[in-house]
C-alpha cells in the first residue's frame, strides 16, 4: 500500500472514530530490520507479554490472547516475548501458538531468570516446553540476574544449535552501567533496554554503543506499561503527526522508537486486537526525521 | 535485588485487576456451594467465643485453622499461584498460620478470644463482623459481578482481617504470635490493591492500623492508670 492511500485509510479511520475496528485491509506489511551479527530480517514490531497474557487458568481470556497473536502473525508479526517471570504468560502464548497453529512461525524470544547459573538450564527447557517450540530464537539473561553463569550457558547452547540468538535485559533504566560492560565484553545478539518517547536515557550511550558493536536492540515499555498513553490519550494529535502517518498517540510513540537507526523492534503488550493491528500499523509507513523526532519528544515532554 | 530503590509497588503487581478479579469469579463457581457452609462456620465463631468453657475455645480454633487451610491450599496455591510466582508461598503463610492456630488453639488450649467487651473486644467483633458480612458485597458494590465475592474461609483477605478482628478481642501471648501473619498479609494484600486502585485497600490497612493502635493505646491507658 502507498504511503498516500495508506494516509487515506488512517484518515478514514481517524474520522468514524473506529481505532477499535482497525482493519487488516489498512495493514501493509510492517517494516523489518536485520539482526546485525546475522543478517536475519526481523519485523520492527514485535508482541510483549508482560501482564497482558498472564491471564492464569481462565479459558475465555487464554482464548483472546490466541486472537491477539492470530492478529499479530497475519499482520506480519514474528517475536514475541516472554520471561520465567510473566506468571502463565508462557504457558498462554504456547496454548495459543498452538491453538492458531503458528508455533513454526514465531520468534520465540524468552528469558533465563533465576539465582545461580546451574538452574538456568532446566528453567530454560521447562520454558520451551511451556511455548512447544524446538527451540528459542532468542534467550535473554532477565535484568542481568546471576549474568555471568547465565551467559555461559546460553552462548554453549547457541554453539550446540540449540538457541539462535544470545541477549541481556533490563527496563526502566536500571544497571546501565553493567549493561554496558557486557556489551563491551560478550558477542551478545540483542540487547532489551525501555525506550520512549519520555525514557530517552539509552539515547547517551547504550543505544550508540549497540550500533557500534552490531547489537540488535528490542525496546521493551514503549508506553510505560499504558500509562503514558494514559496520561496524554486525552489530548490531541500534534498536526505534524499527519506527516508520518500518525493515527493515534500509539503510532506516535512508536514512530518515535522505530525511527532510532539503533532500534530493532519494539514489543508492544496488549490484550487487544484492534491494538495489535494498531501497533503493526505504525511499522508500515513513513518514519520521522531525527528533526521531527526532536519536534515530537519536546512536544510530548510539554504536555 | 539491585537498585531496589528505582521500583515501585507497580513493578511488584505482575497481573492486570481484571486478571485478578476473575480469579475469584471461577473459584467461587468451581467451588460452589461450599460458600454456605463457610458463611455458617464463620457466624459460629464469635457464638462459640460468647461459651463457658474449654472446649468451645478449642473447637473454635478448629473452625479457624479451617478457615486458614482452605485458602492456602485452594486459592493461593492452586489459583493465584496461576498468576503470580509468590503465591506458593503466600499459601505456605497461610498453612503454617493454619497449623499454629491448631497447635496453640485447638491442641494446647493456649487461645482464648473473647468476650468482646472493653474498646479492643468490641472493635474486633466490628471488624470480624465487616469480614464475615460486608467483605462479600465489595465485589457488587465495587461494581463488579457478584459471583466475584470474597468469603471468609475461602478467601485470603476477608480471613486475615477477620482473624485480625477476633485476635484483638483475645489476650495473651499466642494471640501476638498469631496476628503476625495476618499482618503482614494484610500489608501484602494492602499495597497490592492500592497498585490496583482499589478503594478496599482501605479495609486491610484499618486491620493492621486497629490491631497495633489498640493494644498500644491500651497499654499506655494502663499505665497511666497504675503510675
Redesign the interface.
Given at each position: 500500500m502507498s504511503v498516500v492511500s495508506r494516509r487515506a485509510a488512517l484518515r478514514t479511520l481517524a474520522a468514524g472514530g473506529v481505532a477499535a475496528a482497525w482493519p487488516m485491509a489498512a495493514l501493509a506489511a510492517p517494516l523489518a530490520r536485520p539482526i546485525p551479527s546475522t543478517g536475519e530480517m526481523i519485523p520492527a514490531i514485535g508482541l510483549g507479554s508482560w501482564i497482558t497474557f498472564n491471564v492464569g487458568d481462565d479459558p475465555p481470556a487464554r482464548a483472546a490472547c490466541a486472537e491477539v497473536m492470530r492478529a499479530f502473525f497475519a499482520g506480519g508479526g514474528r517475536m514475541i516475548d516472554s520471561s520465567p517471570m510473566y506468571g502463565s504468560s508462557q504457558s498462554v502464548i504456547g496454548e495459543g501458538l498452538a491453538r492458531i497453529g503458528r508455533a513454526g512461525d514465531v520468534f520465540a524470544t524468552d528469558k533465563v531468570w533465576v539465582s545461580g547459573a546451574g538452574r538456568g538450564p532446566a528453567q530454560i527447557e521447562r520454558s520451551r516446553e511451556l511455548w512447544g517450540v524446538d527451540r528459542f530464537d532468542l534467550m535473554q539473561v532477565h535484568n542481568l540476574l546471576s549474568w555471568e553463569g547465565h551467559l555461559a550457558t546460553l552462548f554453549e547452547m547457541k554453539a550446540a544449535g540449540r538457541l539462535r540468538h544470545v541477549g541481556i535485559t533490563t527496563s526502566e533504566g536500571r544497571r546501565h552501567d553493567e549493561i554496558e560492560r557486557v556489551m563491551r565484553s560478550h558477542p551478545i545478539d540483542f540487547v532489551q533496554i525501555t525506550y520512549n518517547v519520555l525514557d530517552r536515557e539509552v539515547e547517551r550511550r547504550i543505544l550508540p554503543l549497540a550500533q557500534e558493536r552490531g547489537i540488535a536492540v528490542i525496546v521493551n515499555r514503549p508506553f510505560r506499561e499504558g500509562a503514558l498513553l494514559r496520561e496524554i490519550g486525552a489530548r490531541a494529535l500534534p498536526a505534524f503527526a499527519a506527516e508520518i502517518g500518525a493515527a493515534s498517540w500509539a503510532q506516535f510513540v512508536l514512530k518515535f522508537i522505530l525511527a532510532h537507526p539503533a532500534v530493532t523492534c519494539a514489543i508492544p503488550a496488549t490484550t487487544r486486537v484492534d491494538h495489535v493491528r494498531e501497533n503493526l500499523a505504525a511499522a508500515a509507513g513513513p518514519l520521522p526525521s531525527a528533526a521531527l523526532r526532536r519536534r515530537m519528544a519536546d512536544h510530548v515532554q510539554a504536555l | 535485588m539491585?537498585?531496589w530503590w528505582?521500583y515501585s509497588l507497580?513493578?511488584f503487581?505482575?497481573?492486570?485487576p481484571r486478571?485478578y478479579w476473575?480469579?475469584f469469579e471461577?473459584y467461587n463457581r468451581d467451588i460452589w456451594p461450599a460458600q454456605l457452609p463457610a458463611l455458617a462456620a464463620g457466624a459460629a465463631l464469635p457464638l462459640l467465643a460468647r461459651r463457658r468453657g474449654a472446649a468451645a475455645q478449642r473447637f473454635l480454633a478448629l473452625l479457624l485453622a479451617a478457615a486458614w487451610a482452605w485458602p492456602a491450599w485452594g486459592f493461593l496455591f492452586a489459583?493465584y499461584d496461576?498468576?503470580?510466582?509468590a503465591g506458593r508461598y503466600f499459601a505456605l503463610g497461610f498453612a503454617v498460620e493454619a497449623l499454629l492456630i491448631a497447635v496453640l488453639g485447638a491442641a494446647a488450649g493456649r487461645l482464648r478470644i473473647g468476650p468482646f467487651d472493653g474498646a479492643a473486644g468490641r472493635t474486633g467483633l466490628a471488624l470480624f463482623l465487616a469480614a464475615l458480612l460486608f467483605y462479600p458485597l465489595l465485589a457488587g458494590i465495587s461494581g463488579r459481578v457478584w459471583a466475584g465475592a470474597e468469603i471468609f474461609g475461602l478467601a485470603p483477605d476477608p480471613t486475615a482481617i477477620g482473624t485480625l478482628g477476633l485476635l484483638l478481642a483475645a489476650r495473651g501471648h499466642s494471640a501476638r504470635v498469631l496476628s503476625v501473619i495476618p499482618l503482614v498479609w494484610c500489608l501484602v494484600t494492602g499495597a497490592a490493591l492500592w497498585t490496583m486502585n482499589a478503594w478496599q485497600t482501605l479495609l486491610p490497612l484499618a486491620a493492621v492500623l486497629l490491631i497495633v493502635v489498640l493494644p498500644a493505646a491500651r497499654h499506655c491507658y494502663k499505665k497511666n492508670i497504675t503510675m
Open positions: - | 539491585s537498585e528505582t507497580a513493578d503487581l505482575m497481573f492486570s486478571t476473575r480469579l471461577l489459583r496461576t498468576i503470580n510466582w
